[in-house]
């Protein structure tokens, strides 16, 4: 399958801190990705789609302000967590549509593991 | 309401035993696509297997099959010869319709497998 690169896979931060995440298509152009955040034993919890050149699309609740997206490629999304409190630790992770290759599978990135201190 | 819905949080079965997990889907739209993703602990979603609505047969990848049953709004995976190493927590999902480039994936709650030696 296609493959997703998300870095870092690990991140610890002081409060109030920004944290940015990155997430490459490596293979592939992907011109949407996905940020999903998720919280231990639950399922994913959509945050944003993102387009590339344009900007992104925020579900309902969560703070653009504070999760800043950016989507400037068609292989690179990044998301940046800015003045993190403890309450935005959390699993984070990115997805990148493969449009072009059979069924417009979505592929994931490992994730990244924020705690912030 | 839910549109996608795991009833199972979490099953168990023997090793070279097959399992079913469940999962029913809630939808008007004709063009949907249904998907199984598979979350090890480390945290990294794979995609398992597909299934379109207007696939006629149901989808099958090596040890994973989808039981699609479209009347009754069901897309239930089927492990065969259970290995230990598909321990994890079991994802299904579906994307509604001709969305495009934009159309997102919507989770159900997942069901966490074990497989006993």
């Known amino acids: 399958g296609a493959v997703v690169s998300q870095h870092p896979s690990w991140v610890i931060c002081k409060s109030g801190t920004s944290v940015k995440i990155e997430c490459r298509s490596l293979d592939f152009q992907a011109t949407t990705m996905f940020w999903y955040r998720q919280f231990p034993k639950q399922s994913l919890m959509l945050m944003a789609t993102?387009?590339?050149?344009?900007?992104?699309?925020?579900e309902q609740g969560v703070e653009k302000d504070k999760f800043l997206i950016n989507h400037a490629s068609l292989t690179l999304s990044t998301l940046t967590v800015t003045s993190a409190h403890p309450e935005d630790s959390s699993f984070y992770i990115c997805s990148a549509r493969a449009t072009g290759i059979a069924k417009n599978i979505q592929y994931f990135g490992a994730g990244t593991r924020l705690s912030v201190l | 309401a839910q549109k996608i819905t795991q009833t199972q949080p979490g099953m168990f079965v023997q090793e070279k035993e097959a399992v079913t997990l469940d999962c029913t889907y809630d939808?008007?739209?004709?063009?949907?696509?249904l998907f199984w993703y598979k979350q090890p602990s480390s945290g990294e979603m794979i995609f398992l297997i597909y299934?379109?609505?207007?696939?006629?047969q149901n989808a099958t990848e090596g040890r994973y099959s989808l039981n699609f049953q479209k009347a009754r709004k069901s897309a239930n995976l089927v492990i065969s010869a259970s290995q230990l190493g598909d321990s994890a927590m079991y994802f299904c999902a579906m994307r509604e319709g001709n969305k495009g480039n934009t159309g997102k994936l919507i989770f159900g709650q997942g069901t966490t497998l074990q497989v006993k030696p």
């Open positions: 299934q379109g609505s207007y696939d006629q």
């Open positions: 939808t008007s739209d004709p063009s949907y696509g």
């Open positions: 993102s387009n590339e050149g344009s900007k992104a699309t925020y």
